[in-house]
């Protein structure tokens, strides 16, 4: 069974920094991309990032650009987001996903999703 | 970035109603196109990827269309489970985006 859990979540003050992390379980995690969505409360779903499964490629929303930055460690099944200058507008549950993404069938989408862990950005 | 507009916003309907939803680009994204469901609390599930194939485990009365810019997602006999917030979701190119949510609702 695909299990992904999230942790890391918290209150932080407006500058500071957290690194969020993703347990990845019940499949070959590095044979997947993998991507960070978020939810600000009572919002809609909003994209953050993706990374290829060896790391070699990553995609950003440009508001989180030059700011948060998407990793993995294949040996321990983990992906994380660490993320530094955070704003009240960062506010949000991320949830960390299983992507598809295959260019010669013409697919991409988010397969499985975590529980999600919440980031809470205020003074 | 690509913009998706879904439509309405929200609807009330009936158990065993015929729902339809519509989801719109900003420009073309061929058929990479997917839906998802939100309950409320839960984490998103996907129901439909590439605009019109249904995921495993995911009941045939959710059906989906379209291509190009127009695209529809369709619940034939709606049932209370169905009851929740869905989401349309271009992956044409980055950055990957969602339309703003559709809130089924229990009339």
């Known amino acids: 069974e695909v299990q992904l859990v999230e942790s890391g979540g918290g209150l932080v003050q407006p500058g500071g920094s957290l690194r969020l992390s993703c347990a990845a379980s019940?499949?070959?995690?590095?044979?997947?991309?993998m991507s960070w969505v978020r939810q600000a409360p009572g919002k809609g779903l909003e994209w953050v990032a993706h990374?290829?499964?060896?790391?070699?490629?990553?995609y950003y929303l440009d508001s989180v650009k030059g700011r948060f930055t998407i990793s993995r460690d294949n040996a321990k099944n983990s992906l994380s987001l660490q993320m530094n200058s955070l704003r009240a507008e960062d506010t949000a549950v991320y949830y960390c996903?299983?992507?598809?993404?295959?260019?010669?069938?013409?697919?991409?989408?988010?397969?499985?999703w975590g529980q999600g862990t919440l980031v809470t950005v205020s003074s | 970035d690509i913009q998706m507009t879904q439509s309405p916003t929200s609807l009330s309907a009936s158990v065993g109603d015929r729902v339809t939803i519509t989801c719109r680009a900003s420009?073309?994204?061929?058929?990479?196109l997917n839906w998802y469901q939100q309950m409320p609390g839960k984490a998103p599930k996907l129901l439909m990827y590439?605009?019109?194939k249904l995921q495993s485990g995911v009941p045939s009365r959710f059906s989906g269309s379209g291509s190009g810019t127009d695209f529809t997602l369709t619940i034939s006999s709606l049932q209370p489970e169905d009851f929740a917030t869905y989401y349309c979701?271009?992956?044409?190119?980055?950055?990957?985006?969602f339309g703003q949510g559709t809130k089924v609702e229990i009339k």
């Open positions: 590439a605009a019109s």
């Open positions: 979701q271009q992956s044409y190119s980055t950055p990957w985006t």
């Open positions: 996903g299983r992507d598809i993404i295959n260019g010669y069938l013409q697919l991409s989408y988010i397969e499985y």
């Open positions: 019940g499949f070959t995690f590095s044979n997947y991309w």
């Open positions: 420009q073309t994204i061929t058929n990479y």
């Open positions: 990374i290829q499964q060896y790391g070699s490629e990553k």
